[in-house]
């Protein structure tokens, strides 16, 4: 579970940043055991938010584009089809020799 809310809050990060609406981006989730919604969610850009927009604005954007139930991640993820044998080595994050789908940036609706 933690592994795949990492790769949500990647996703979301990644999104954002490729919206142009932050130059950095922090997505930050917590969830407990046996609660489907997560307890919390934070977004942080370092100050590099787009002119207009403050990291709770862009929180809510990520909370309106993504679903961060376990079961949506898994779903959205597609990670019943593990990739194993081509994450084993060089990592999860930034892979796009390997293309997971959680480096693929999701168009945002504001």
Known sequence: AD???AYAARWA????VAAGLARRALVQVSY??????PLSMFVDTYGSAKAGYTDVQL???VQKNFDFRPGAIMRDLELKKPQFQKLAAYGHMGREDVMPAW?????LKL
């Open 103 to 107: 480096e693929k940036v999701k168009e």
């Open 3 to 5: 592994r795949s809310g």
């Open 32 to 37: 407990a055991i046996g609660v489907v919604q």
């Open 13 to 16: 990060a990644k999104s954002l």
């Open 59 to 61: 929180c809510e954007i």
